[in-house]
Nanobody, 124 residues
Framework: QVRLVESGGGLVQAGGSLRLSCEAS????????MGWFRQGPGKEREFVAA????????YYADSMKGRFTISRDHARNTVNLQMNSLKTEDTAVYYC?????????????????WGQGTQVTVSS
């Protein structure tokens, strides 16, 4: 069983920064891919970034490259998403997901566990 809890959302002006965290409760032997997704008003859930719980390579949606950074904090047992140069179109509920196994995926339907989401609102 994997439990995920997101935090760090809030209201920020365009051009500002925000850091989201996803705390994971999982067996130490688990093989997981951790992903960040978002869902804006009237839109489908969209891939943002992903990496393996064990570390290594990171993956980003093309529109996020250069602005968002996914990272793993071993001391705090979290996967984080640093968001810089925020735009109004980044406004969405951001979700942390976990996919069982070592294979990377940007498809939300292939993730097995989800957190409750955290709201990010970017004002103009």
């Amino acid at each position: 069983q994997v439990r995920l809890v997101e935090s760090g959302g809030g209201l920020v002006q365009a051009g500002g920064s925000l850091r989201l965290s996803c705390e994971a409760s999982t067996p130490a032997s688990s093989s997981l891919v951790m992903g960040w997704f978002r869902q804006g008003p009237g839109k489908e859930r969209e891939f943002v970034a992903a990496m393996r719980w064990s570390g290594g390579s990171t993956y980003y949606a093309d529109s996020m490259k250069g602005r968002f950074t996914i990272s793993r904090d071993h001391a705090r047992n979290t996967v984080n998403l640093q968001m810089n140069s925020l735009k109004t179109e980044d406004t969405a509920v951001y979700y942390c997901g976990a996919r069982v196994g070592p294979t990377y995926s940007s498809d939300y339907a292939e993730y097995d566990y989800w957190g409750q989401g955290t709201q990010v609102t970017v004002s103009s």
